[in-house]
């Protein structure tokens, strides 16, 4: 567990830095670019082979069906995540767009895994988004809602998010986590 608890607390402060010292941040110029970047890259590496590595030890059974759940939510996390690029009309609602798709992603597989490695990597990176959004408002204020685009670039979104989700499906499948059996544990 050690490995994972390390990813996700490097995954965190690596984040963390430019809001709690962005002074030191902003003089470290492109090579602190760089070094916030290989620790983002070293912590997915660490969560990664820790959670793979981690012992099941249960904490909680997900209630039967969940798998359903799941493949929604991950959808809607997915084109949470699109949503700023996108410049449609959710982009100029949703202050935090990716943070929030972050955190349905996390929420997503807690509702079918119940161990404590999936406790500590997928509920640790909901905590992390959340700070994220609370310290990014403290720093920046009251957010200028962008002027809404075209609702098409919405629709637009949903079909890249279709897409998207295909190919992680077919990772996950690969990787043996068929995420369309509908019940898992």
């Not at 290989?38 to 820790?50: P, R, V």
């Amino acid at each position: 567990m050690g490995l994972l608890i390390s990813g996700v607390a490097l995954w965190a402060l690596a984040h963390y830095f430019k809001r709690l010292a962005p002074a030191r941040r902003a003089a470290m110029g492109d090579k602190g670019k760089g070094l916030v970047a290989g620790a983002i890259g070293l912590s997915l590496l660490l969560m990664i082979f820790g959670y793979r590595g981690a012992e099941f030890i249960p904490v909680y059974s997900p209630l039967p069906g969940m798998g359903h759940l799941n493949n929604l939510l991950m959808f809607v996390s997915i084109y949470l995540f699109g949503v700023g690029s996108s410049k449609g009309v959710l982009a100029s609602k949703l202050r935090h767009p990716m943070l929030l798709g972050m955190a349905v992603w996390g929420v997503a597989h807690l509702v079918v895994n119940g161990d404590l490695a999936s406790v500590i990597l997928f509920g640790g990176l909901i905590l992390w988004a959340i700070s994220e959004m609370l310290i990014i408002n403290r720093a920046e204020g009251p957010w200028d809602a962008p002027e809404p685009g075209p609702r098409s670039k919405d629709f637009k979104l949903v079909g890249l998010t279709f897409l998207i989700y295909a190919v992680i499906a077919g990772i996950h499948t690969f990787l043996g986590y068929n995420p369309f059996l509908g019940t898992y544990g």
